[in-house]
């Protein structure tokens, strides 16, 4: 489908064409764990990587491969591959570059599955990471070392919602001769396009706006095409013969598509974090409806904001869109039409206020996901994020008042109502309690 349609009709139409023999229009749910092979050369050259097609559905499906043609299509990217979950999705990308002795530069202010992924998880591997803040861009060229195999880092930081500049930090990761890696989750291809910046892999967890409804959990690998992997010899996983498949060297057969070649090929082939094809079909229900309710979502959070921001029992309020933020001007220059979604706040009364607003909302749900229609809350400091040092905690810039708020597509009226109502019964229950241990 040309790339020249606009973005709700790629988020329709991208990846899919219906066949001549069933006609259905649309994506057929293909259920199955694996393929007929036309003969037992075909089969050969399938597992060889010969030629194109499926043969397990641990590795492709037709289903799935119409959501990794339709987010390919949205990133502006060369391929995807679409996995399990988010988390999923960012170690096969660190699995496909990243061998004991490694090591990765990456953002400290980001989401807690993240930062315990490489600090805890990748270091038993071998595999070393030096955080650094992302918007201390000399910090980042200084962290990179001879065996540093990527830059990596969050759009929209969670929950500390700091904004990377991504063109800035390509730039120093690509001098240094490595690759910038993104999580976009935050953002979703409707309000940047990480690639077009500079970035060279984006990552998103589709379990949140591009689902968009909370009921599949999913991840997806888009590959920019962008990189030159051959540059010089730090990416032996891409330009050295495959350990399996006749010995093939995936830069040379591959070519843009090499790294997302050797996810699959590796990752799904070995790990197996596969996508069922019931969720790539109810991801691809939201991904219909994902500039629609981007929309929506970005109108809802603004007005939100604005109401936050003069309420009596509020003492702080955080998102990239406010004009006094640190990151505001980057934000609005990498994504005009909106600076996500996510809105962090603190009640005066500190962290007790905050608990009990989140024990009182009444339309909004305590989740711990992000990205549902409906508004969620969540105190990351206890959840998200309490696994992670107090330093970490510290360098993500989450304080123990801080409320993550995921704003939802409910009416802004009635969001509204309940945080107002839900602060002002926190303020009085805290009041009752302090006065009663004052007589």
Request: aromatic residues 6%; proline residues 4%.
């Amino acid at each position: 489908m040309s790339k020249s349609f606009g973005f709700d009709t790629l988020g329709l139409h991208a990846g899919f064409t219906p066949d001549d023999r069933h006609g259905s229009r649309a994506v057929p749910i293909h259920q199955t764990t694996s393929y007929m092979f036309h003969d037992t050369e075909h089969a050969a050259a399938l597992y060889n990587l010969e030629v194109g097609g499926h043969l397990y559905t641990r590795i492709s499906n037709p289903t799935i491969g119409v959501l990794e043609n339709r987010m390919a299509a949205l990133d502006e990217g060369v391929a995807a591959v679409a996995v399990a979950t988010g988390m999923s999705a960012v170690f096969l990308s660190v699995l496909a570059l990243c061998s004991q002795g490694d090591h990765i530069v990456a953002s400290s202010q980001m989401y807690g599955g993240n930062i315990n992924l490489l600090e805890h998880t990748m270091s038993r591997f071998g595999v070393t990471t030096s955080f650094v803040d992302p918007t201390d861009h000399d910090a980042i060229a200084a962290a990179i070392q001879p065996n540093t195999k990527m830059v990596f880092g969050e759009v929209i930081g969670n929950p500390g919602l700091d904004v990377m500049d991504i063109s800035a930090v390509a730039e120093i990761a690509h001098a240094a001769g490595v690759p910038l890696v993104i999580d976009a989750t935050l953002n979703t291809p409707y309000l940047m396009k990480p690639l077009k910046h500079g970035a060279n892999i984006v990552i998103h967890s589709l379990t949140k706006w591009i689902g968009g409804h909370g009921v599949a959990m999913g991840g997806i690998i888009v590959d920019g095409g962008n990189f030159d992997w051959g540059q010089n010899d730090r990416f032996p996983t891409l330009t050295k013969p495959h350990f399996a498949f006749q010995g093939v060297n995936l830069w040379e057969e591959f070519g843009p598509a090499a790294f997302s070649m050797r996810v699959r090929s590796e990752g799904l082939y070995n790990i197996g974090p596969t996508l069922s094809p019931m969720n790539a079909f109810h991801i691809l229900q939201g991904l219909e409806t994902l500039g629609m309710r981007m929309e929506r979502h970005m109108a809802n959070t603004i007005e939100l904001v604005e109401f936050l921001k003069n309420h009596d029992g509020v003492a702080w309020v955080n998102h990239p869109g406010l004009a006094d933020h640190p990151c505001h001007d980057i934000a609005m220059r990498q994504m005009p039409k909106g600076a996500g979604s996510i809105v962090t706040m603190g009640l005066k009364g500190g962290r007790e206020a905050s608990q009990t607003f989140i024990e009182k909302v009444e339309l909004a749900s305590h989740l711990a996901n992000v990205g549902d229609a409906r508004t969620l809350v969540i105190h990351p400091g206890s959840t998200t994020h309490s696994h992670i040092s107090a330093d970490a905690m510290k360098a993500a810039g989450l304080t123990n008042d801080l409320i993550r708020v995921s704003v939802g597509l409910e009416d802004i009226n009635d969001i509204k109502a309940d945080f107002d109502r839900a602060i002002k019964t926190a303020q009085k229950i805290i009041q009752r309690k302090h006065a009663t241990k004052g007589a």
